[in-house]
């Protein structure tokens, strides 16, 4: 790489210190150690599924982990059960992977996801989507509660991400890189898999449902957005916002995921007219949502015909 040549090339090595050598050594240690932590996690699912093998993976927000009834199990993995992954402290995540039925492929599902706010690390937070690609799922489906910025949006809506803004204040790929885990630079211009995007709002439009189509900013949270941070967030061009998802999908980029990002919108936030709003009132209106975004997955999953797969 080029900053490895500047590093070699460039200074002399009587002026490279040792702590500049030792944190580089460092870096690359944990890189090594995630891939380690990656393959033992692997490993146990294969063990305990008996060798199941994804087609497609998602990630349950919050309050819309009741999609799992319509997926039939094969095999349900609480996560304080598998090597590395974390435990969520959220309500509305339930903390389970997974493994069987859904739309006629076979998935693995996260019925709840880990947060930046609680505490833990990109790393840890970001995890299991490592985990999910090295079981062989090809495809990723998020889906996310959030605040409407759009004051055409209502709770219970629900929005097709087409990009978005990074706001959390770091990136999950921050550090050392191993080429193992995927690209160090992954280009970011086309996130969103184009053919599935449109897949899900043809989906949506033969059924009568009202979908909206939008880009999505991720704060750091936990706290919500004041009226003056409402107002630069729309002036930033955000249509949606949530404290969560964005960690998960630079990570998948890397890992070379094809993503499917729908959220689903709990409250409109009118910074000229702020109303207060509880975590409880989150769950309820984010499950307003959920039948809508669970027949457009469930379909758009189950129009992923082999030859469409081949030709993405």
């Avoid at 990109?122 to 799922?137: H, I, K, W």
Wanted: with cysteine.
């Amino acid at each position: 790489m080029r900053s490895e040549v500047h590093f070699r090339c460039s200074i002399p090595a009587v002026f490279v210190s040792e702590p500049a050598i030792q944190i580089r050594r460092f870096a690359l240690r944990m890189m090594e150690n995630i891939y380690n932590k990656v393959s033992e996690a692997h490993r146990f699912i294969v063990e305990r599924s008996r060798h199941f093998v994804p087609e497609v993976a998602m990630i349950l927000g919050t309050g819309l982990g009741g999609m799992a009834a319509r997926i039939d199990p094969v095999c349900v993995i609480p996560y304080q059960d598998i090597p590395h992954f974390c435990l969520s402290t959220v309500d509305g995540h339930k903390g389970s992977l997974i493994l069987g039925g859904f739309g006629g492929k076979q998935v693995a599902v996260m019925q709840g996801r880990l947060h930046f706010y609680e505490g833990y690390s990109l790393e840890q937070v970001t995890f299991p989507v490592r985990v999910l690609r090295s079981l062989g799922a090809e495809f990723l489906a998020v889906n996310s509660a959030a605040g409407g910025l759009d004051s055409g949006f209502k709770p219970g809506d629900v929005m097709l991400v087409t990009d978005h803004i990074n706001l959390i204040g770091s990136s999950p790929l921050r550090g050392g890189a191993d080429p193992r885990l995927g690209d160090r630079f992954p280009d970011m211009s086309r996130v969103y898999d184009r053919q599935m995007a449109t897949l899900a709002l043809d989906v949506a439009k033969e059924a009568g449902l009202g979908i909206k189509s939008g880009v999505y900013v991720a704060v750091h949270g936990p706290n919500l957005e004041t009226p003056a941070e409402t107002r630069m967030l729309r002036l930033l061009g955000a249509d949606a916002v949530g404290m969560s998802s964005v960690p998960e999908i630079i990570t998948a980029v890397q890992a070379g995921f094809r993503i499917l990002f729908l959220v689903a919108i709990t409250n409109v936030n009118n910074p000229e007219n702020m109303s207060q709003l509880s975590i409880t009132d989150v769950i309820s209106h984010a499950r307003l949502a959920e039948p809508t975004l669970t027949y457009i997955l469930e379909n758009t999953v189950a129009r992923m015909t082999g030859a469409w797969v081949e030709s993405g």
